[in-house]
């Protein structure tokens, strides 16, 4: 049995590997997809969806989103992204995080943006946290965070007047398409997965 995230491994190496493992990975890839087509339509589908997935992480540049516009909050917003990147650390109890920051500017208004994720609860939920002060900036955030991945972080305001804006695996996995984030985010998802 092979894992949904060796597969996409397998698919992003026939793509951005070397040339030898660009080789090997392409024909493992498609032995699996040939295997997934002999058990039927479903699971070819579902097959061809992960391999996508494996074939897109990284192949983006951060800098390639420019004018990009976004719906937040009822409201349109241009997103700019000037550079990023991500790396992992240790928390002061040990665990390793993953920290991305990105400058942007949205809506006119250039800042430096960071999101840490780290795994959290029972099932090791992957969460990526960033705490705002400020209202106008957690829309901008916010639709950074939309224009980067698809989708909106859920906004919780916190009693002592912090906004907290959350991530989870799916914009995880939209932070993935990035070049410059795409390695450290496999090396975190590697280092921290579940056990």
């Known amino acids: 049995m092979i ?11 026939s793509v951005h590997g070397s040339e030898e493992r660009r080789r090997l990975a392409a024909g493992f890839v498609e032995y699996i997809l040939q295997r997934a087509g002999e058990e039927g339509g479903a699971v070819y589908e579902k097959a061809l969806e992960v391999v996508e997935e494996g074939r897109a992480r990284g192949s983006l540049r951060l800098t390639d989103v420019k004018g990009r516009e976004v719906f937040v909050g009822g409201r349109r917003h241009v997103v700019d992204v000037l550079g990023g990147g991500a790396e992992l650390e240790k928390s002061w109890s040990g665990r390793t995080l993953l920290r991305i920051k990105v400058t942007a500017e949205v809506d006119g208004v250039r800042r430096d943006y960071e999101i840490t994720f780290g795994r ?3 099932i090791n939920a ?14 901008r955030l916010a639709a950074l965070i939309k224009a980067l991945t698809g989708r909106e972080p859920k906004v919780r305001r916190m009693k002592n007047g912090k906004i907290l804006l959350e991530c989870y695996e799916g914009h995880l996995e939209g932070f993935a398409r990035y070049a410059e984030l795409a390695e450290a985010i496999a090396k975190w998802l590697e280092e921290t997965g579940r056990r």
Request: without cysteine; charged residues 40%.
């Open 3 to 13: 894992l949904r995230e060796g597969l996409e491994r397998a698919a992003w190496l």
């Open 120 to 122: 959290y609860g029972k």
């Open 126 to 139: 992957a969460v990526g946290r960033a705490y705002i002060r400020e209202e106008g900036d957690v829309e």
